[in-house]
């Protein structure tokens, strides 16, 4: 069977102006159509590469082009349509299973492919790289800064106490904390909700339950049972607490500014997992002391209650709950020593075998 080889772009080709001379190895074309060059007579001349049976070739005119068929006379592809060798013709539309293609030339250009490919991959991949690279280093110099800057915030904090017990006694001192650092500490402990954020963005790998529980509470006695009533401002528990917090804050954040880029140091380490065993249970007793201390304020203001009837026809009172305010913070204290001594283990144990 005759395959097409090429075919001539041609509208509103007249069958009877056809002509197609089939020789040994070659074609002569002519037609009466409109081409290129508008309507008029088109032909062309073509020396073939090998061979054809003249008598089993032919053409059909199919819509806008003729389309040219041949049979080679030797079953095999030929490394070049034109005689001569010298490749193929651009204005041919060439049937390519007739052709027998370069396998030097194949392999050269699959070569070529694939190196670009390649270069395509590994330049995906760096990019992809260096993005998550400075995703890191603006999430560490994130976290870098926030540490340090609650570090800072928090020796400011233990500056001045120590500054007022020292000026005016221990006890005296410790009345008068509350006014000198109430600002720095709404700052600090504001602040902190972020931390409670941060494992939810996935920017540290930390328990989430654990922070809430401990931020909540903190900062729920602070802003709601402390910072409301002036008598419990000049209270000695308050500055004590304020002492206990700036201390125990004082060893934390340095740990974790160093940790965010992947340091430790020995001392830093062991007072950030030690000094809680004896500043944490001070913390809690003085938390619940002061919780239950505001149900005298709480139950006179009346802030935090809602009586019936009211629209929603429920009623509340914040009183209620800070008389058994000791009560909450025990069953706190336990699970967050247990989960402490746990950190302080493992932690501990890292530093060791470094």
């Not at 008029?40 to 070739?57: A, N, R, T």
């Not at 904390?177 to 600090?188: A, K, P």
Request: proline share 4%; glycine share 8%; hydrophobic share 45%.
């Amino acid at each position: 069977t005759a395959l097409p080889i090429f075919s001539v772009q041609l509208c509103d080709v007249e069958s009877s102006s056809i002509a197609v001379e089939w020789k040994e190895k070659g074609v002569r074309f002519r037609a009466f159509g409109v081409g290129s060059r508008g309507k008029k007579s088109y032909g062309f001349d073509v020396d073939l590469y090998d061979s054809i049976s003249e008598k089993e070739c032919g053409y059909e005119v199919k819509g806008r082009e003729v389309c040219l068929k041949i049979k080679k006379v030797a079953e095999k592809k030929w490394p070049s349509f034109v005689a001569g060798g010298t490749g193929t013709p651009a204005w041919l539309g060439v049937n390519f299973d007739l052709i027998q293609v370069d396998d030097d030339s194949d392999n050269e250009e699959t070569k070529q492919r694939k190196e670009f490919d390649s270069l395509l991959k590994n330049g995906s991949i760096e990019i992809k790289e260096a993005a998550e690279n400075m995703k890191k280093l603006l999430i560490n110099g994130y976290l870098f800064t926030y540490n340090s800057l609650q570090w800072i915030v928090y020796t400011l904090i233990f500056i001045i106490a120590v500054y007022q017990c020292t000026q005016h006694g221990f006890v005296v001192g410790l009345t008068k904390i509350y006014n000198s650092t109430s600002t720095l500490m709404n700052l600090g402990q504001g602040c902190a909700f972020l931390e409670v954020v941060h494992p939810m963005l996935g920017l540290v790998k930390t328990g989430i339950l654990t922070t809430v529980v401990q931020v909540i509470a903190r900062n729920g006695l602070l802003f709601l049972l402390i910072n409301p009533f002036p008598p419990l401002h000049s209270h000695w528990t308050t500055g004590m607490l304020f002492l206990a917090w700036a201390l125990a804050e004082f060893f934390r954040y340095p740990y974790y500014a160093l940790a965010c880029w992947k340091k430790r140091i020995s001392l830093i380490t062991w007072l950030r997992y030690s000094a809680w065993i004896v500043l944490y249970p001070m913390g809690f007793c003085l938390e619940g002391y002061l919780g239950f201390a505001s149900t005298p304020y709480l139950v006179e203001s009346g802030l935090y209650a809602l009586a019936l009837p009211n629209p929603f026809n429920i009623s509340f009172d914040l009183s209620l709950f800070t008389q058994f305010y000791p009560v909450f913070v025990a069953m706190g204290a336990v699970k967050m020593y247990t989960y402490m001594w746990h950190q302080r283990k493992k932690q501990l144990k890292k530093t060791k075998k470094e």
